[in-house]
C-alpha cells in the first residue's frame, strides 16, 4: 500500500508559479506510475500530468503542455508538479496519485491509491 501527501499549493498571482511535492510511503514508490490530477469547483477531476516508474516518460493534459513539469526522485520517494504561468483557470484542488502500470495517456481509472489534496488558487 502507498499513502501520499501533498504540499506546496497556496494562492499566486497570475503568471507567477508554484511547485507541488507529493511525498509517498513505502519502499515500492519507484514501481509505481504517477500522475496529477486537479478539480475545479462544479467540474469532475482530470488529468494534468503523468509519469513513468523511473521518469523517461511523461504525459501532459493539453491545457498544461508548455507550462507545468511532472518530475520524480525515487530516491527520495517524491513526485514534483513544477507550475509556471500559471492562469486563473488553473485555481483547482490538485491530488497526486499512484498507479501499478503506465498508460500514455494515463488513464484514471488505473491509479489506486491518492493523496487529499493540495488547494492552488490563482488570481487574476
Known amino acids: 500500500q502507498v499513502q501520499l501527501e501533498e504540499s506546496g499549493g497556496g494562492l499566486v498571482q497570475a503568471g507567477g508559479s508554484l511547485r507541488l511535492s507529493c511525498a509517498a510511503s513505502?519502499?515500492?514508490?519507484?514501481?509505481?506510475?504517477m500522475g496529477w490530477f486537479r478539480q475545479a469547483p462544479g467540474k469532475e477531476r482530470g488529468l494534468v500530468a503523468g509519469?513513468?516508474?523511473?521518469?523517461?516518460?511523461?504525459h501532459y493534459a493539453d491545457s498544461v503542455k508548455g507550462r507545468f513539469t511532472i518530475s520524480r526522485d525515487n530516491t527520495k520517494n517524491t513526485v514534483y508538479l513544477q507550475m509556471n504561468s500559471l492562469k486563473p483557470e488553473d485555481t483547482a484542488v490538485y491530488y497526486c496519485?499512484?498507479?501499478?502500470?503506465?498508460?500514455?495517456?494515463?488513464?484514471?481509472?488505473?491509479?489506486?491509491?491518492w493523496g487529499q489534496g493540495t488547494q492552488v488558487t490563482v488570481s487574476s
Open positions: 496519485a499512484a498507479a501499478p502500470y503506465y498508460r500514455s495517456p494515463p488513464d484514471e481509472r488505473t491509479y489506486q491509491y
Open positions: 509519469i513513468s516508474y523511473s521518469g523517461g516518460r511523461t
Open positions: 513505502g519502499r515500492t514508490f519507484s514501481s509505481y506510475a
